[in-house]
């Protein structure tokens, strides 16, 4: 930890009670303790897991999820077939942890949120101008010079097949004539999170809110859980709970706040394969920037961290079959297909457990779309060169030509796939439809000082890395509750 | 639950499957992926952890029945419901220690001084 690292210890904090507590650090949380603390709130930001530095664990590593992951990484909504998911679980929530590329809530998305949710004074262009703000803020920005070897695939493969394609901006520093390999994220430990210390908000890491006090319409007191284990209190005037689409609604319902919350989890699924090429190309402790939209927002390719662990990890369903791609896995790289997905998953806090139940139900057009992209990445491997694919299901063929992916239509099933994702979303959708339960800036419904504002907000997975929508949504509503409950003083 | 380590309940079956998919490994070196699996087990949200237990604690039975190999290393290969996901939980997880841990570990497990990335 550097000496200007904005955490505090329990020694050093000299006190918990805040005018605004914000639970949680990450796209959400940090953002929002940004804006108020410097808007003059007294705020204290407190998140479960650790602060880590960046570049003091090796990214993508079974020691990152270790520290960085909630559960080491092995997360699971329950179903037919099960999703395995990843959520952060450390200063900075996700930001730390994911691929970092950025990309804006399409206008058309919003606009129609707007209307099927009832989103009050939810404009496109106010949502776009929140956006140029937060990619000043976390520089956004596209590599400079050549991009990695495993993302020119994605490229060369939709270019050889007329696909449209993209590079996808990252948040992301380069230095003077930097490359693809030098860059420094620019996560929410970088930005937010100084910026709402340096506004004088206080955050305390390895604290765990296990319930609001509720008394009628009022939240009075978080119970929390310090690092050495011992109980806490901490009052507030507002708590805005930002923990994410899954620890949100699962702390609001400990707390007996159970209407219209958890109900409507969405996430994007995803099918991924490992791709054998001529050349070396894996990029261990990276992944790749170029995203495939043509089938978008039905279906959307990328590539995934392929470091040899998680090269095992795409095989390990047939080993028997692939495990000869093992030896050459400095040629070898994962990649993906993520859907939006139809269908709906729920959050409960089970009395008694201290972890929710999470589950989800894939509906049939989308595990149609499920074999759809894992069909169409291999078809785009194959363009792109690739020897050998190995599409990650139980039963899979090795494909080497285009004329196999009938096989693999023939025989690929949803039970028998590794079904992931790490977008989670939707279970407190904002708006003043009847189905939502925030309103429109976030505020629980029926509470006098209850916010969210987190992933949990989005009323639907958004067909794009979520994570531009969710800072702006954070951003948008904080202001909101700045211009109506401005401090004293 | 968070308090009692699944050691008693994983270990077992998580050598047997590493004995059948990757003989090249050495005790020692099964013991620390099954370590591994085992402090994975533990940190399983609540709910997971439970039905975990539920399909580990037969499976610790029948892995402790002498002469159960050859239906020990049936249900290895054959992914019955419920039994197949944890058999494949174990799975992955071994796997992707031991290639991060050993990246040039051989196929069948088996790890040359060169290839020890400690």
């Known amino acids: ?489 | 639950m968070a308090g009692h380590s699944s050691r008693a309940l994983v270990d077992p079956f998580a050598q047997r499957l590493l004995s059948t998919d990757l003989p090249g490994l050495t005790r020692a070196q099964r013991d620390e992926v099954s370590a591994f699996a085992v402090r994975r087990v533990d940190g399983l949200p609540s709910a997971l952890r439970i039905g975990v237990t539920l399909i580990a604690a037969p499976m610790r039975l029948i892995v402790a029945v002498p002469g159960s190999g050859r239906i020990v290393s049936w249900l290895i290969r054959h992914p019955l419901p419920g039994v197949g996901e944890y058999v494949r939980m174990i799975r992955s997880l071994a796997y992707t220690y031991i290639w991060e841990r050993w990246p040039d570990a051989s196929t069948n497990g088996t790890v040359t001084a060169a290839g020890d990335s400690r």
């Not at chain 1, 009832?118 to 956004?140: F, G, M, S, W």
């Not at chain 1, 620019?186 to 206080?202: D, E, F, I, N, V």
């Not at chain 1, 039970?415 to 189905?435: D, F, I, N, Y």
């Open chain 1, 1 to 489: 930890m550097s000496a200007d690292t904005p955490m505090h210890s329990i020694a050093t904090l000299p006190r918990y009670d805040a005018e605004i507590l914000v639970i949680g650090s990450g796209a959400g949380g940090a953002t929002t303790a940004a804006l108020l603390a410097e808007a003059g709130f007294d705020v204290l930001v407190v998140e479960e897991g650790e602060w880590v530095e960046q570049g003091s664990v090796v990214p993508f590593s079974l020691e990152q999820m270790d520290r960085q992951y909630r559960s080491g990484g092995v997360t699971v909504a329950l179903g037919l077939p099960s999703i395995a998911y990843t959520e952060g679980r450390c200063a900075g929530g996700g930001t730390e942890v994911n691929s970092g590329l950025y990309r804006r809530p399409p206008a058309e998305l919003l606009e129609r949120w707007r209307t099927q949710y009832h989103i009050r004074d939810l404009d496109p262009d106010d949502i776009y101008a929140i956006a140029d703000e937060i990619e000043t803020a976390i520089n956004v920005t596209t590599v400079p010079g050549p991009v990695s070897a495993p993302s020119a695939v994605l490229q060369r493969g939709a270019d050889a097949l007329g696909w449209e394609n993209s590079e996808s901006p990252r948040w992301m520093t380069y230095p003077p004539g930097g490359n693809a390999a030098s860059g420094r994220r620019q996560s929410m430990t970088r930005t937010y999170l100084p910026r709402a210390h340096a506004a004088g908000a206080r955050i305390l890491t390895q604290c765990r809110v296990r319930k609001l006090a509720i008394d009628s319409t009022t939240a009075r007191h978080a119970d929390v859980t310090l690092a050495d284990g011992s109980p806490a209190r901490i009052a507030f005037r507002h708590v805005f709970v930002c923990g994410g689409a899954i620890h949100t609604p699962a702390l609001l319902q400990r707390s007996g706040l159970r209407e219209r919350i958890g109900d409507t989890l969405a996430v994007h699924p995803t099918v991924k394969l490992a791709a054998r090429f001529r050349d070396k190309l894996n990029v261990p402790d990276d992944v790749p920037v170029h995203q495939v939209k043509e089938f978008a927002p039905d279906i959307s390719f990328g590539g995934s961290a392929s470091n040899p662990g998680l090269i095992a990890l795409s095989l390990a369903d047939n080993w028997r079959d692939f495990a000869h791609a093992q030896d050459d896995w400095e040629r070898v790289s994962v990649y993906y297909a993520a859907i939006t997905s139809q269908g709906k998953g729920r959050v409960k806090a089970v009395p008694g457990l201290r972890d929710p139940l999470v589950t989800y139900h894939l509906t049939a057009r989308d595990k149609h779309l499920l074999r759809s992209g894992l069909s169409r990445l291999t078809l785009l491997m194959l363009a792109a060169g690739a020897d050998e694919v190995y599409p990650s299901y139980r039963a899979a063929p090795v494909i080497r030509s285009a004329a196999d992916i009938a096989l693999l239509q023939q025989s690929f099933a949803t039970t028998k796939a590794t079904v992931m994702t790490v977008h989670l979303c939707s279970t407190v959708p904002l708006g003043e439809h009847p189905s939502c339960a925030a309103d429109s800036f976030g505020k629980v419904r029926g509470m006098r000082n209850v916010w969210v504002n987190d992933a949990s907000l989005l009323p639907e997975a958004p067909g794009v890395n979520p994570q531009g929508s969710v800072m702006a949504f954070a951003v948008r509503n904080a202001r909101r509750f700045i211009e109506s409950e401005r401090p004293h003083g």
